[in-house]
């Protein structure tokens, strides 16, 4: 008979096998074992409702019935064969990609394994059609773990390396709660976009190949722009001959409630478009798509192994469907509003609680420790992550200041579960304020 593990066992494991940048949550890490629509069960047995979703990527749910029998029945017949040889299953992603894309008109997909690599391919494409290199990029996004999307990144914390590929430059970030400019919406006539225009003049050769921005900033702590925000960077960029790159890998497929895409709550259409993380419902698979005038450009040898193989294909695919069947947008609409009535109020209730935002089934709560100065509280969202942990709910955290607290459950969370996890939220901010 085997000995199950325990999570400090597979925690220390980890620890002396994996890199050190390999980083968990918790001051005792949990190991999951299985999981089932928005439950997950560790290696000791112990349940917990997930409110992350694997950093959104889980989008329906663990082990969402629709998808893993797709899967299963895939991987009897074919796993592997590379894109030397058409994949029909690559080509009904595809498919159904481009009917839910923010981009109109003809389009076509290239398919890697992670939003890094999308990410990557869009930048490279911009940089081909246009024949210049410049990119403008936001403050406090995040791109992707390579040199290219590292350089990319304005967050230190995920700056291995100063940055490796020139010409990228970093535009001030739509972030309201803390303003760049002191400023107040809609006084401030969005300043952050008009800057676009300096910035371009002056850290630049006056002609970006593209601009590159997150609908919502994510790992940068579910940053909301106000909504004439993209309408006037993009249109400065554009005026200069750039593209607009739209990074969903966060955003899309329906999270933000409404729309497929985050970026069309702003009524602009990206000339590249980004996805991965919820795609497949966590298998590996990313996509970028663009017009397919810009993707034609791309004629040098190129290759992903992965990229959009059998069983990640009919993952995405599958997921995709559900999302259609169950009518995502409109889902995530409504109990994006019903949790974030309950946030709301708790922001009233709860001094610690600077900032409420977020759009759908993606909000957050900006943790302070006073709100006249806004003082980031990161030690505090570190309390209260684990005080939540203490009451079986996992949450996510992030933001530049690591003081934002991040809440994006699977899609086909229930009203009853948004109920439960809102109560815990509020125990967890009284715990926190009363030490």
Not at 146 to 164: D, G, I, S
Not at 374 to 388: D, L, N, Q, W
Request: proline share 5%.
């Amino acid at each position: 008979m085997t000995t199950k593990s325990t999570n400090r066992e597979v925690a220390a494991r980890q620890k002396e096998l994996l890199f050190p940048c390999v980083t968990t949550y918790y001051d005792e890490p949990i190991a999951f074992e299985r999981g089932e629509g928005c439950r997950l069960w560790d290696v000791e047995g112990q349940e917990y409702l997930d409110f992350f979703g694997g950093i959104l990527t889980v989008s329906l749910g663990h082990a969402e019935p629709r998808v893993t029998e797709a899967v299963i029945d895939q991987v009897k017949k074919l796993v592997h064969v590379s894109t030397l040889y058409p994949i029909q299953e690559q080509v009904r992603a595809a498919e159904r990609l481009v009917q839910i894309s923010p981009i109109k008109g003809k389009q076509k997909a290239f398919f890697t394994s992670s939003g890094t690599e999308a990410d990557e391919t869009a930048l490279v494409l911009a940089k081909v059609y246009t024949k210049t290199t410049e990119v403008i990029a936001l403050r406090h996004s995040y791109s992707g773990r390579t040199l290219v999307a590292m350089t990319n990144t304005a967050h230190a914390k995920y700056r291995a390396l100063p940055a490796q590929v020139p010409g990228t430059v970093h535009a001030h970030a739509p972030y309201c709660y803390r303003c760049p400019y002191g400023l107040s919406y809609p006084s401030c006539d969005v300043r952050c976009a008009q800057d676009l225009e300096e910035l371009i003049a002056t850290c630049t050769t006056g002609r970006p190949a593209a601009f590159f921005a997150e609908p919502i900033l994510g790992v940068g702590g579910f940053i909301v722009p106000p909504k004439e925000y993209f309408q006037v960077a993009v249109g400065i960029v554009r005026q200069r001959g750039g593209l607009f790159i739209c990074d969903e890998v966060q955003t899309g497929f329906g999270r933000t409630g409404e729309t497929w895409n985050g970026i069309e709550h702003w009524g602009v259409e990206p000339d590249i478009v980004t996805y991965a993380k919820g795609i497949a419902n966590g298998f590996a698979m990313g996509a970028t798509l663009a017009k397919a005038e810009i993707a034609d450009a791309f004629t040098a040898g190129s290759i992903a192994t992965f990229g959009g193989n059998p069983v990640s294909a009919t993952a995405a695919v599958a997921t995709l469907g559900v999302m259609a069947d169950e009518r995502i947008p409109e889902r995530a609409q409504r109990l994006g509003a019903r949790l974030r009535g309950r946030l709301d109020a708790m922001k009233d209730k709860h001094p610690l609680v600077g900032d409420v935002r977020g759009m759908g089934l993606m909000q957050a709560l900006e943790l302070v420790k006073d709100r006249g100065t806004k003082a980031p509280a990161a030690a505090e969202a570190t309390a209260f992550s684990e005080a939540c942990k203490r009451r079986h709910l996992l949450v996510g955290r992030g933001g530049l200041y690591g003081n934002t607290i991040r809440i994006a459950p699977p899609m086909l969370v229930s009203e009853a579960e948004i109920d439960h996890a809102c109560d815990v939220i509020d125990a967890a901010l009284g715990e926190v304020e009363a030490r």
